[in-house]
């Protein structure tokens, strides 16, 4: 087969990172933690030769050039995580009733949103690091996904409806997010 038809993308692989590539699943390994996804397409090879990945695809039309982007993205934040956790940060504002926030388990516990008897809750998805300093929420994780997800989360806990935003302004705002 020439390489004349064939489209090529890589990844240098920094050093203190380890990455390994069994089939469609790809595990990184770094000084922040590990961090594992599965990356998969019929037409779309991954393989890791030294201190490179590279991915392959043997056309060259645009859907496969698109995949191999994506595939290069989710990877480059892959290890860019393993380096440097992403960290989102949340503002708790309550301007009507005083909120109480507290972490138990895998879940936020937000009581006395609006005065509401029940209090609401939200998921924290496992390799997510939260804690709450003040009026903060601070989420910590090696997977952007999951870390954003769980910033998601505890935003839409605290979404309200038919009142105006204008006025209700309480919730727990994203002011920062990972890059």
Known sequence: MSTKNKLNKEIIIPENVGIEVEGSMIKVKGPAGENEKRLAHPKIDI???GNKIIISSK?????EKRLINTFRAHLSSLIRGIINPYVYKLKICSGHFPMNVSISNDKIIIKNFFAEKIPRTAKILPKVE???????IIIKSVDKEAAGQTASNIEQACRITNRDRRIFMDGIYIVSKAE
């Open 130 to 136: 939260a804690k709450i300093q003040g009026d903060e």
């Open 59 to 63: 056309r060259q039309t645009k859907n």
């Open 47 to 49: 393989l890791k030769q």
